[in-house]
């Protein structure tokens, strides 16, 4: 008897998917890179190319995930692969480039969990008011590396607390995902979107009244706090740097190119709109990004360390930044224990939200081509993403991560992009494009669009990809800057993730063969 | 801040707010998908 494929996952209402694809958007990044890349690439002036590549790169890109992962529901296809091949049935070899949409996500998730783990860690440690009584730089620093396991110290003996929290958080994960889309993932963003901009408005009011906090320094003030990130500096937009910086954060921060939205998408009908839907996620997560993220953590640390200090805190990595500096900032403030734990529980949504939308391509990609069960797919899944999280978590300090986050967060992202927005443009075809963008749309796309998403969007991904390649790229794939000793780790993911493309692409092989058998049966 | 450090700031909420109130405001005169 032929096994029934169990019915497709819908989403429950139109908030519901947006809120989702906001809250897969929205991460640390908004709070976090954001302010450092605008800080350091012309301040105010920033925003000019930061605006253009929104208009230009990040709503055209938003659009196109949106309508093609529609369009692949359609066809019971919730990832890439299927996706791409409902677009270009012709070509045998596009549903294998496809797999970088689970490939992609799949990687970011094993190592990203364990970094929301230490934003619930953080967040506990807040309320117990030990991380604000921390006093200085170099206390936070000794804890959050003995906290991270790369040293034994007066704070940790080793990784057991992370650990703790890490176990939690991924059982939150997959709780979330056996829910489904509705019952889960919907749920979950309908909850935590609206805490999570609350938190971060009252983190914003905090900060806008701190005014002068040392009467003996009155030019360490909150107007030169928000002077620091937003006076411009014009002479910046001479340089090509400035504006791939500008391109790089809209195309990271909307989280597009990852494969996520297309899963997502292909939940909702054909006669659902995408146009005011996906305008509407691009909407809050620059609400989350430039509203918020551009008023918390740079102006707050500027007015307790002042303009000498802020120019190396703004160079610290994000981790530093979020995890150090942060604390110590709000450490200096009336119910510093209170705030701290706002700030990490405003990560902590924002990577619980984001991390969810990692894992469904995966499970999706087994429900739809192999209609395998729900619980039986996130099951495989669990374990299967279990097992390649411990050398993130125990290998942390030997370049695993960053590895991972180049192949899986960087460099996948832009190639993807930019295959995806040819596929649509010119394989698809731009007016049967246009025509799929509109059905159902609740807002007409400006008809500039139709050109922008031909010829402007692919170039430019051309041109960031080309830049990014060799500024980036080269010299990450030739081991720049990696001591000898992570060497072998270093090669060691390499070797892992070429073996997990290579069983997802076998997995898509085998998936499309039963396929071609059942149609001629 | 300088005057144009406000300018800065000042245009760039109101061209994420005003996007925003745009969006919502056309979502919420629409009926839900389901």
Redesign the interface.
């Known amino acids: 008897m032929r096994q029934l494929r169990p019915k497709r996952d819908t989403w429950g209402s139109r908030l519901g998917i947006i809120m989702a694809v906001a809250g897969s958007a929205l991460g640390l990044g908004n709070f976090l890179r954001f302010p450092v890349q605008a800080a350091g690439n012309g301040g105010g002036a920033f925003m000019i190319p930061y605006f253009v590549s929104l208009l230009l790169l990040g709503i055209p890109l938003m659009w196109i995930e949106w309508t093609l992962g529609r369009f692949g529901g359609g066809f019971e296809h919730g990832t890439a692969p299927g996706i791409f091949h409902s677009i270009w049935q012709k070509n045998r070899f596009i549903k294998y480039f496809g797999v970088i949409g689970i490939f992609g996500p799949f990687v970011i998730f094993i190592y990203y969990t364990f970094i929301e783990s230490w934003t619930l860690a953080y967040s506990y440690y807040s309320l117990r008011g030990i991380l604000t009584s921390l006093p200085d730089q170099g206390a936070l620093q000794s804890f959050l590396k003995g906290f991270q396991g790369l040293e034994k110290n007066a704070f940790f003996s080793g990784l057991g607390p992370a650990y703790i929290f890490f176990l939690i958080t991924f059982f939150i994960n997959m709780t979330v995902i056996s829910y489904g889309i509705r019952g889960g993932i919907e749920a979950l963003c309908k909850i935590a979107m609206p805490i999570l901009l609350v938190l971060g408005v009252v983190l914003v009011i905090r900060v806008l009244t701190l005014g002068t906090p040392d009467p003996a320094r009155p030019d360490w003030n909150l107007a030169n706090g928000l002077g620091f990130l937003w006076n411009p500096d014009l002479s910046a937009l001479k340089s090509a740097k400035v504006w791939l910086a500008a391109a790089g954060q809209i195309f990271f921060t909307l989280s597009v190119g990852i494969g996520v939205i297309l899963t997502y998408a292909s939940y909702l009908s054909k006669g659902d709109d995408v146009v005011l839907s996906g305008l509407t996620a691009v909407s809050m997560n620059e609400f989350a990004e430039v509203v918020l993220g551009g008023c918390i953590i740079i102006p707050a640390a500027f007015v307790f360390f002042g303009p000498a200090q802020i120019q190396s805190i703004a160079r610290q990595g994000a981790f530093d930044l979020g995890f150090v500096t942060m604390p110590l900032v709000l450490g200096k403030i009336p119910l510093a224990a209170f705030f701290s734990f706002i700030w990490f529980a405003l990560l902590f949504l924002a990577g619980v939200t984001s991390s969810v939308s990692l894992a469904q391509p995966a499970v999706a990609f087994m429900e739809d081509e192999f209609s395998i069960d729900r619980k039986k797919a996130v099951g495989i899944f669990a374990a299967a993403a279990f097992i390649l999280s411990q050398p993130a978590i125990f290998w942390l300090g030997r370049g695993v991560v960053n590895e991972l986050d180049f192949w899986g967060g960087t460099f996948c992202l832009v190639l993807f992009g930019t295959v995806e927005a040819i596929l649509f443009a010119w394989v698809f075809g731009i007016d049967k494009a246009w025509e799929e963008i509109h059905h159902g749309a609740d807002m007409a796309v400006p008809r500039v669009y139709k050109f922008i998403i031909k010829y402007v969007t692919p170039l430019f991904l051309l041109v960031v990809l080309g830049a990014w390649f060799i500024q980036e790229g080269l010299p990450t794939i030739f081991l720049e800057g990696v001591r000898e000793a992570d060497r072998p780790f270093v090669f060691g993911t390499r070797i892992g993730l070429v073996l997990l493309f290579a069983t997802l692409a076998l997995l898509v092989r085998v998936a499309w063969k039963k396929r071609t058998r059942q149609a001629k049966r | 801040?300088?005057l144009?450090?406000?300018?800065?700031?000042g245009?760039?909420?109101a061209?994420?707010?005003g996007?925003?109130v745009?969006?919502?405001t056309?979502?919420f005169f629409?009926k839900?998908?389901?």
């Open positions: 801040m300088t144009a450090g406000w300018i800065f700031f245009l760039s909420w061209a994420i707010l996007l925003g745009f969006c919502f056309k979502i629409k839900e998908i389901r």
